[in-house]
């Protein structure tokens, strides 16, 4: 198969957009459809300061390279999860984020759940007994406090993740299989900052292929971690993403499509935001925005776990962040 | 000689002649969930396996959040 634009050979052929290209025209493609999408969506401009979250994989490191060839001020937070799964998971993850940050002279965060806070996120499931013998729950909640905290700490506006148009399809297809009202109205590109102390939440990578990240990382030469995080094996969301995939080998651009349709059924006012956006407030203990009453449930779950394991209650108030330059 | 296909660690191998999509298929694994490297370099789906050839199949699919 040929490059469409040049006729040499080609490295990918995209079926849903009747496209193939070569590797040099395909690292032209992708970075110009990211920028399309951040335009689209009004995601940030280059006076925003951009906290990309890295996970040492594909799409968060892709995403972090995109958006610096685009010109855009975006550092990287690395959150050590302290999983091992048999092949020290957390630690390669964290050596290619460190890898590829340092190759390009780039800035990385890194905060160490089991160093700041006092356990591992395996050893929190079990002590917390949440997630039924699965740490995932646990683990959402720490990451999406810990990026959020990390934003405002470090004075970011904009906090992005590399979530792919696989991604966000395989949610929308379990939210909508549960008609989870609650979950459909907040699933889009961009979550607004609702309130003092949270940051834009964007995903550039929200219509692209997860297919299409592996081949960006591969054709520009980005090393990541290959292995599956060993708690994701079997989960629900790959079960959707097969189930999925197979109707994209069918009709290809099925999966797009039943993306782009939810958010123009959403933008025509399908579903109601009003209803379901929770009332927050300051969290009396750690002060970030919470909707339950008190202390929120990141501080009441560690307290639960220091107390079990002898610890002080008491959680550092911040991190020690070097500000993002301006 | 045949073909051999490298997916997680495991080799598998098949007669030369089919396309990368086929053979993919045949291994049961989704096309749409691989990416097939040759000598280091992404190939096409269609590309006809020849030969010798050992071709490296890349998974695509990760289930954690990023």
Redesign the interface.
């Known amino acids: ?1 040929k490059c469409r634009k040049c006729g040499e ?5 995209m079926r849903q957009h009747k496209l ?1 290209l070569c ?1 040099e025209h395909f690292l032209e493609w992708l970075p110009e459809q990211v920028q399309r999408f951040i335009e689209k969506y009004e995601m940030f401009t280059r006076d925003d300061k951009i906290l990309v ?3 040492g ?4 490191l892709g995403l972090w390279d995109i958006l610096v060839r685009l010109g855009y001020h975006a550092d990287g937070l690395y959150i050590g999860l302290g999983i091992d799964g048999g092949f020290d998971y957390s630690d390669q993850s964290h050596a290619f984020a460190e890898q590829f940050a340092a190759s390009r002279g780039l800035k990385l965060h890194v905060v160490e759940i089991e160093q700041t806070y006092g356990a591992t996120i395996p050893e929190l499931a079990v002590i917390s007994n949440r997630g039924h013998g699965k740490p ?1 729950s646990v ?2 909640l720490n ?1 999406r406090y810990i990026m959020n905290r990390v934003a405002h700490d470090g004075g970011y506006n904009v906090l992005a ?3 792919n148009l ?2 966000e399809a395989a949610v929308l297809f379990q939210n909508t299989l549960n008609w989870a009202g609650g979950y459909l109205v907040r699933q889009a590109p961009v979550l607004l900052a609702s309130h003092p102390g949270l940051a834009r939440k964007v995903k550039p990578l929200c219509r692209v292929y ?2 299409e ?3 960006y990382a ?2 520009r030469g980005i090393d990541y971690v ?1 292995d ?2 060993p ?3 079997g ?1 629900t ?2 079960g959707h ?2 189930i999925l ?2 109707m ?2 069918k009709r290809p651009g099925a999966k797009l499509q039943f993306y782009l349709s939810f958010l123009q059924a959403k933008e025509e006012g399908l579903f109601s935001v009003k209803a379901s956006e929770p009332e927050l407030h300051a969290c009396d203990r750690c002060g970030q925005p919470t909707s339950a009453p008190g202390d929120c449930s990141f501080c009441r779950l560690w307290d639960k776990v220091r107390t079990v394991k002898g610890m002080p209650q008491r959680l550092p108030a911040e991190f020690n962040l070097i500000p993002a330059e301006s | 000689m045949p073909v051999k296909l490298v997916y997680r660690g495991k080799e598998h191998e098949m007669n030369p002649g089919s396309t990368v999509r086929d053979a993919v298929r045949k291994i049961g694994l989704q096309p749409e969930t691989v990416l097939a490297v040759l000598d280091g370099k992404l190939i096409t789906d269609d590309t006809v396996l020849r030969e010798g050839m050992q071709v490296k199949l890349v998974a695509v699919i990760s289930g954690g959040a990023p």
Do not use: L
């Open positions: 198969m050979n080609a490295v990918i052929n193939a590797g979250a890295v996970s994989g594909k799409d968060s995932c683990c959402g990451k993740t590399g979530h696989d991604d997860e297919r990240m592996a081949a591969i054709v290959y599956e995080c708690h994701a094996i989960s969301t790959i993403k097969e995939n197979q994209e080998e």
